[in-house]
Protein backbone atom coordinates (compact mmCIF):
# COMPACT_ATOMS: atom_id res chain seq x y z
CA UNK A 1 0.00 0.00 0.00
CA UNK A 2 1.49 3.51 -1.08
CA UNK A 3 1.10 6.37 2.13
CA UNK A 4 -0.77 9.24 0.61
CA UNK A 5 -2.42 10.61 -2.28
CA UNK A 6 -3.18 14.14 -2.60
CA UNK A 7 -6.33 15.05 -4.31
CA UNK A 8 -8.36 18.00 -5.46
CA UNK A 9 -12.62 17.53 -6.02
CA UNK A 10 -13.13 14.68 -3.59
CA UNK A 11 -16.50 16.75 -2.95
CA UNK A 12 -17.58 16.62 -6.91
CA UNK A 13 -20.09 13.26 -7.89
CA UNK A 14 -16.59 11.47 -9.27
CA UNK A 15 -14.88 12.48 -6.37
CA UNK A 16 -17.70 10.85 -3.44
CA UNK A 17 -17.07 7.46 -5.43
CA UNK A 18 -13.37 7.40 -5.35
CA UNK A 19 -12.91 7.89 -2.35
CA UNK A 20 -13.14 4.75 -1.09
CA UNK A 21 -11.19 3.17 -3.75
CA UNK A 22 -8.12 5.25 -3.18
CA UNK A 23 -8.33 4.55 0.94
CA UNK A 24 -7.91 0.79 -0.25
CA UNK A 25 -4.60 2.46 -1.62
CA UNK A 26 -3.27 4.54 0.24
CA UNK A 27 -2.76 4.90 3.96
CA UNK A 28 -3.76 8.71 3.26
CA UNK A 29 -5.57 10.36 1.18
CA UNK A 30 -5.89 14.50 1.38
CA UNK A 31 -7.92 16.78 -0.27
CA UNK A 32 -7.38 20.31 -1.06
CA UNK A 33 -9.86 22.85 -1.27
CA UNK A 34 -9.95 26.42 -2.32
CA UNK A 35 -9.05 29.09 0.16
CA UNK A 36 -6.24 26.93 2.07
CA UNK A 37 -8.64 24.52 3.60
CA UNK A 38 -7.85 20.49 3.78
CA UNK A 39 -9.48 17.54 4.40
CA UNK A 40 -7.18 14.36 6.08
CA UNK A 41 -9.25 10.95 4.99
CA UNK A 42 -8.09 7.65 6.33
CA UNK A 43 -10.32 4.05 6.52
CA UNK A 44 -11.38 5.28 9.71
CA UNK A 45 -12.72 8.88 8.76
CA UNK A 46 -12.31 12.43 7.97
CA UNK A 47 -10.39 14.98 10.33
CA UNK A 48 -11.33 18.52 8.78
CA UNK A 49 -8.90 21.28 8.85
CA UNK A 50 -9.54 24.85 8.27
CA UNK A 51 -5.11 25.79 8.84
CA UNK A 52 -2.71 26.65 6.57
CA UNK A 53 -2.65 23.66 3.50
CA UNK A 54 0.84 24.22 2.59
CA UNK A 55 2.25 22.67 5.68
CA UNK A 56 -0.38 19.28 5.43
CA UNK A 57 2.34 17.71 2.83
CA UNK A 58 5.29 18.08 4.93
CA UNK A 59 3.56 15.71 7.78
CA UNK A 60 1.83 13.60 5.14
CA UNK A 61 3.97 13.77 1.89
CA UNK A 62 2.00 12.42 -1.28
CA UNK A 63 3.07 9.41 -3.97
CA UNK A 64 0.51 11.31 -6.31
CA UNK A 65 -1.71 13.60 -7.12
CA UNK A 66 -5.13 13.47 -8.79
CA UNK A 67 -6.69 16.49 -10.81
CA UNK A 68 -10.33 15.99 -10.15
CA UNK A 69 -11.38 18.99 -9.35
CA UNK A 70 -12.89 21.25 -12.74
CA UNK A 71 -15.10 24.02 -13.53
CA UNK A 72 -16.90 23.30 -16.54
CA UNK A 73 -17.83 25.73 -18.92
CA UNK A 74 -17.22 25.45 -22.69
CA UNK A 75 -18.84 28.58 -23.64
CA UNK A 76 -18.06 31.39 -21.42
CA UNK A 77 -20.24 34.53 -21.43
CA UNK A 78 -17.62 37.10 -19.88
CA UNK A 79 -14.71 37.54 -18.75
CA UNK A 80 -15.75 36.08 -15.30
CA UNK A 81 -16.53 33.06 -16.48
CA UNK A 82 -13.34 33.15 -17.81
CA UNK A 83 -11.34 33.84 -14.91
CA UNK A 84 -13.49 31.25 -12.92
CA UNK A 85 -12.22 28.71 -15.81
CA UNK A 86 -8.44 30.26 -15.11
CA UNK A 87 -9.22 29.84 -11.31
CA UNK A 88 -10.04 26.51 -11.10
CA UNK A 89 -8.45 24.37 -13.52
CA UNK A 90 -4.90 26.16 -13.65
CA UNK A 91 -3.81 28.53 -10.60
CA UNK A 92 -5.49 25.98 -7.95
CA UNK A 93 -3.96 22.63 -9.26
CA UNK A 94 -0.46 24.82 -10.06
CA UNK A 95 -0.29 26.18 -6.39
CA UNK A 96 -0.88 23.36 -4.74
CA UNK A 97 1.52 21.33 -6.57
CA UNK A 98 4.13 24.77 -6.04
CA UNK A 99 3.86 23.85 -2.16
CA UNK A 100 4.19 20.21 -2.77
CA UNK A 101 6.89 20.94 -4.46
CA UNK A 102 8.13 17.12 -5.36
CA UNK A 103 9.37 16.55 -8.90
CA UNK A 104 8.69 12.60 -8.62
CA UNK A 105 4.92 13.52 -7.81
CA UNK A 106 3.40 11.92 -10.24
CA UNK A 107 0.38 13.81 -11.39
CA UNK A 108 -2.67 12.10 -12.91
CA UNK A 109 -5.07 14.94 -14.90
CA UNK A 110 -8.76 14.05 -15.44
CA UNK A 111 -10.37 15.71 -18.18
CA UNK A 112 -13.68 15.46 -20.90
CA UNK A 113 -12.82 13.49 -24.06
CA UNK A 114 -14.32 17.10 -25.28
CA UNK A 115 -10.59 17.69 -25.65
CA UNK A 116 -10.24 14.49 -28.41
CA UNK A 117 -12.22 15.93 -31.14
CA UNK A 118 -10.49 16.31 -34.05
CA UNK A 119 -7.22 17.25 -31.95
CA UNK A 120 -8.56 20.90 -31.87
CA UNK A 121 -8.85 22.73 -28.94
CA UNK A 122 -11.17 25.29 -29.28
CA UNK A 123 -12.74 26.83 -26.21
CA UNK A 124 -11.67 27.90 -22.67
CA UNK A 125 -11.99 24.68 -21.09
CA UNK A 126 -10.31 22.42 -23.64
CA UNK A 127 -7.41 25.05 -23.32
CA UNK A 128 -7.39 25.25 -19.55
CA UNK A 129 -7.13 21.55 -19.35
CA UNK A 130 -3.75 21.28 -21.90
CA UNK A 131 -2.36 23.75 -19.99
CA UNK A 132 -2.12 22.41 -17.07
CA UNK A 133 -0.80 19.25 -18.36
CA UNK A 134 1.88 20.90 -20.36
CA UNK A 135 2.95 23.48 -17.63
CA UNK A 136 3.93 20.34 -15.55
CA UNK A 137 5.31 18.64 -18.53
CA UNK A 138 7.74 21.16 -18.94
CA UNK A 139 9.21 20.70 -15.09
CA UNK A 140 9.78 17.26 -16.26
CA UNK A 141 6.88 15.61 -14.12
CA UNK A 142 4.92 12.45 -15.12
CA UNK A 143 1.63 13.26 -15.94
CA UNK A 144 -1.12 11.54 -17.23
CA UNK A 145 -4.33 13.08 -19.17
CA UNK A 146 -7.73 10.84 -18.68
CA UNK A 147 -10.20 11.28 -20.63
CA UNK A 148 -13.54 10.58 -19.30
CA UNK A 149 -16.89 9.87 -21.58
CA UNK A 150 -20.35 10.52 -19.95
CA UNK A 151 -20.60 9.70 -16.25
CA UNK A 152 -23.80 8.92 -14.22
CA UNK A 153 -24.06 7.21 -10.98
CA UNK A 154 -25.91 7.41 -6.96
CA UNK A 155 -26.04 10.92 -5.81
CA UNK A 156 -25.38 13.14 -9.03
CA UNK A 157 -26.71 16.21 -9.17
CA UNK A 158 -25.82 17.44 -12.64
CA UNK A 159 -28.71 17.06 -14.56
CA UNK A 160 -27.25 14.84 -16.92
CA UNK A 161 -28.88 12.60 -19.54
CA UNK A 162 -29.28 9.41 -17.84
CA UNK A 163 -31.45 10.96 -14.98
CA UNK A 164 -32.93 13.64 -16.85
CA UNK A 165 -34.71 10.73 -19.20
CA UNK A 166 -35.35 8.63 -16.69
CA UNK A 167 -36.99 11.40 -14.81
CA UNK A 168 -39.32 12.06 -17.66
CA UNK A 169 -40.19 8.68 -18.00
CA UNK A 170 -40.98 8.42 -14.54
CA UNK A 171 -43.07 11.64 -14.38
CA UNK A 172 -44.74 10.14 -17.79
CA UNK A 173 -43.28 13.70 -19.59
CA UNK A 174 -41.85 13.30 -23.59
CA UNK A 175 -38.17 13.07 -24.23
CA UNK A 176 -36.75 15.83 -26.89
CA UNK A 177 -33.91 14.45 -28.47
CA UNK A 178 -32.27 16.32 -31.23
CA UNK A 179 -33.33 15.41 -35.00
CA UNK A 180 -29.81 13.80 -35.73
CA UNK A 181 -28.26 11.06 -34.52
CA UNK A 182 -26.52 11.60 -30.98
CA UNK A 183 -24.01 9.31 -29.64
CA UNK A 184 -22.79 8.93 -26.57
CA UNK A 185 -20.88 6.90 -24.13
CA UNK A 186 -21.96 5.39 -20.80
CA UNK A 187 -19.83 4.78 -17.41
CA UNK A 188 -21.12 4.10 -14.04
CA UNK A 189 -19.10 6.02 -11.89
CA UNK A 190 -18.72 3.13 -10.06
CA UNK A 191 -16.49 1.63 -12.70
CA UNK A 192 -14.82 4.86 -13.39
CA UNK A 193 -13.39 4.16 -10.23
CA UNK A 194 -12.12 0.80 -10.03
CA UNK A 195 -10.81 1.64 -13.76
CA UNK A 196 -9.00 4.50 -11.85
CA UNK A 197 -7.67 2.43 -8.78
CA UNK A 198 -4.81 1.52 -8.32
CA UNK A 199 -2.44 3.60 -9.76
CA UNK A 200 -0.29 0.89 -11.96
CA UNK A 201 -3.51 0.98 -14.12
CA UNK A 202 -2.94 4.62 -15.32
CA UNK A 203 -0.33 4.68 -18.49
CA UNK A 204 2.00 8.15 -18.06
CA UNK A 205 0.70 8.31 -21.66
CA UNK A 206 -2.95 9.63 -22.16
CA UNK A 207 -5.37 7.54 -21.87
CA UNK A 208 -9.66 7.21 -21.43
CA UNK A 209 -12.02 5.59 -19.83
CA UNK A 210 -14.15 3.99 -22.28
CA UNK A 211 -17.40 1.70 -21.09
CA UNK A 212 -18.34 -1.01 -23.52
CA UNK A 213 -22.01 0.80 -24.00
CA UNK A 214 -22.35 3.52 -26.91
CA UNK A 215 -25.11 4.26 -27.80
CA UNK A 216 -27.35 6.86 -29.73
CA UNK A 217 -29.82 9.32 -27.26
CA UNK A 218 -33.04 7.52 -29.26
CA UNK A 219 -31.73 4.11 -28.39
CA UNK A 220 -31.00 4.92 -24.75
CA UNK A 221 -34.64 6.10 -24.17
CA UNK A 222 -35.94 3.37 -25.52
CA UNK A 223 -33.84 1.36 -23.74
CA UNK A 224 -34.73 2.89 -20.34
CA UNK A 225 -38.37 2.77 -21.07
CA UNK A 226 -38.08 -1.09 -21.70
CA UNK A 227 -36.27 -1.18 -18.60
CA UNK A 228 -38.92 0.73 -16.55
CA UNK A 229 -41.78 -0.67 -18.38
CA UNK A 230 -43.20 2.62 -18.78
CA UNK A 231 -43.74 4.47 -22.55
CA UNK A 232 -43.60 8.19 -22.96
CA UNK A 233 -43.33 10.27 -26.26
CA UNK A 234 -40.03 10.89 -28.28
CA UNK A 235 -40.10 14.55 -29.83
CA UNK A 236 -37.21 15.15 -32.31
CA UNK A 237 -36.48 18.99 -32.36
CA UNK A 238 -33.67 20.47 -33.81
CA UNK A 239 -29.91 19.03 -34.62
CA UNK A 240 -27.21 19.20 -31.97
CA UNK A 241 -23.11 18.29 -32.77
CA UNK A 242 -22.94 14.71 -32.18
CA UNK A 243 -19.23 15.36 -30.15
CA UNK A 244 -18.29 11.97 -29.51
CA UNK A 245 -18.34 11.26 -33.44
CA UNK A 246 -16.11 14.25 -33.81
CA UNK A 247 -13.03 12.16 -31.98
CA UNK A 248 -10.40 11.37 -33.54
CA UNK A 249 -8.14 8.30 -32.47
CA UNK A 250 -8.71 7.81 -28.76
CA UNK A 251 -6.03 6.89 -26.90
CA UNK A 252 -5.72 3.45 -24.82
CA UNK A 253 -8.67 2.59 -23.09
CA UNK A 254 -8.28 1.17 -19.06
CA UNK A 255 -11.63 0.81 -18.68
CA UNK A 256 -12.55 -1.93 -15.74
CA UNK A 257 -15.98 -2.84 -14.75
CA UNK A 258 -15.66 -2.67 -10.88
CA UNK A 259 -18.72 -5.39 -10.09
CA UNK A 260 -19.30 -7.29 -13.25
CA UNK A 261 -22.35 -5.02 -13.94
CA UNK A 262 -23.96 -5.25 -17.78
CA UNK A 263 -25.71 -1.63 -18.29
CA UNK A 264 -28.96 -2.56 -17.49
CA UNK A 265 -28.54 -3.51 -13.97
CA UNK A 266 -26.89 -0.27 -13.32
CA UNK A 267 -29.67 1.73 -15.46
CA UNK A 268 -32.28 0.38 -12.88
CA UNK A 269 -30.17 1.16 -9.92
CA UNK A 270 -29.97 4.48 -10.86
CA UNK A 271 -33.00 4.51 -11.46
CA UNK A 272 -34.69 2.96 -8.10
CA UNK A 273 -32.40 6.18 -6.46
CA UNK A 274 -34.42 8.84 -7.87
CA UNK A 275 -37.26 6.56 -7.16
CA UNK A 276 -36.34 7.04 -4.09
CA UNK A 277 -33.65 9.53 -2.98
Partial sequence: MLSVAAVTGLTGFLGR???PSLLAEYKYVINYSR????????ANGAAPHSGDSSTVHKNYP???FYNLATYYNSTPKNLSEMMAITEANI???LNILNVIDNPNLRIVNLCSYLQLQNKKLDNPYELSKEYFKVTMQRTSQDVSNVFLFDTFGKNDTRNKVVDVFIQRILSGNPIVIPNNKILINLSDATDV???LAPLQ?????DSCIRSPFTTSLFDLAKKLMELLHKKVE???NGEKCCHYSNCEKLPVNIFKSANNEDISEQL??????????
Wanted: aromatic share 8%.
Fill in 201 to 205: RIPLA
Fill in 268 to 277: LRRAHDIRSP
Fill in 91 to 93: IFP
Fill in 62 to 64: PNV
Fill in 234 to 236: IIS
Fill in 35 to 42: GGRYTLYT
Fill in 17 to 19: HLL
Fill in 193 to 195: CAS
